[in-house]
């Protein structure tokens, strides 16, 4: 993959239809403690179809704010040809109206921004305000986009992935898995897409990601090594046939949300599930916040296997969602079918 114009598409949009799909095929088991099956055995179902539903009661295939941000992040870099933080933000911002499904720290860090505090500070403020506590997912969850886009400029792509979390989720945890997410879906742009390929770029990309956020800000340097540390458990716990995802340190029910969670679980999936379908089905079945689950997941599986792994009525129930309804900013702005330009641009 990545060898031609077509293979290279298949790639990009497998990426991000896969982390739409994900979202959608989530979003109806979202917050639910599920039973499945004890790591490594895979969940095969209930749940096995995109039916919407749900906490938020949306229509079959209609997605939520992981791909409705990833959205705004795509126009924004298809619009600019490259990352543009304060358009990014401010699309994030114009989308708040909109949005039926906000995090809490995305939420606290774009209202500040509003009220005219500086990129990077305000989700800073946030943090410093839990504590340094704070490592929710919802920077993650949207940042495909740029390891799509900036697949071919490594340096580039680590600086916009760590600008991007920062405008609104600036903890070191949330921001190097940024990086090495984008970095495993380069690896399979560049025709690197067995498992082991695209986990070894994010277990390089955490180091790099780390030693730059060092380099930018010395004095997070405590919190970006104890960061690091934290990381480079999860990957290695993300290799073993338990990851550890219900046990007393991280349990993906009890710390639904958590960015450690996301990130240990999507690579597990990476290495363990032999498709697209087996991974998300088992993903989003394991419950919690498994619409983000899903769509991280989704993102790195579609970017190894490309859109045509995707199961097709998947794709057709995601694509076509709210097409017959009126014109809406839900249908017409914040939609997968916008999302899949920035693919289609390349």
């Not at 989704?298 to 694509?319: K, Q, S």
Request: with cysteine; net charge negative.
């Amino acid at each position: 993959m990545g060898e031609t114009s077509g293979t290279r598409r298949a790639w990009a949009r497998g990426t991000l239809l896969g982390l739409a799909v994900g979202d959608a095929l989530g979003t109806t088991l979202e917050f639910k403690a599920c039973e499945a099956p004890p790591f490594p055995e895979l969940a095969k179902g209930p749940h096995t179809g995109v039916t919407g539903g749900g906490p938020f009661g949306v229509a079959p295939g209609q997605v939520t704010d992981d791909t409705q941000m990833a959205t705004c992040l795509a126009l924004s870099f298809k619009a600019h040809g490259r990352f543009h933080a304060p358009d990014v933000a401010q699309r994030y911002v114009d989308w708040i109206p909109h949005a039926f499904d906000i995090g809490n720290l995305t939420h606290a860090s774009l209202s500040m921004i509003t009220r005219g505090v500086s990129l990077g500070e305000a989700s800073r403020r946030a943090w410093l305000h839990s504590e340094r506590r704070t490592a929710g997912n919802g920077s993650l969850m949207r940042i495909a986009p740029l390891g799509v886009a900036l697949a071919q400029s490594p340096e580039a792509r680590r600086l916009a992935a760590l600008a991007d979390s920062a405008i609104t989720h600036y903890d070191p945890r949330c921001r190097i898995t940024c990086a090495a997410l984008c970095a495993a879906i380069a690896a399979a742009g560049a025709g690197r897409t067995s498992a082991t390929d695209m986990f070894e770029a994010a277990r390089a990309e955490v180091e790099a990601a780390a030693a730059t956020l060092i380099d930018l800000v010395p004095t997070d340097g405590r919190d970006v090594e104890a960061a690091l540390a934290a990381l480079r458990k999860d990957l290695e716990l993300a290799v073993r046939d338990d990851p550890e995802l219900y046990g007393p340190e991280l349990h993906i029910h009890q710390h639904e949300g958590f960015v450690r969670v996301a990130f240990r679980l999507s690579f597990w999936e990476l290495l363990h599930a032999p498709s697209y379908e087996a991974a998300l089905i088992d993903a989003v079945n394991r419950g919690g916040d498994a619409d983000t689950n899903g769509a991280i997941t989704g993102a790195l599986l579609g970017a190894r296997f490309g859109e045509d792994a995707i199961p097709a009525a998947w794709r057709e129930r995601v694509l076509g969602a709210l097409q017959d309804g009126p014109p809406s900013a839900l249908r017409d702005v914040y939609h997968p079918r916008r999302l899949l330009e920035l693919a289609d641009g390349l």
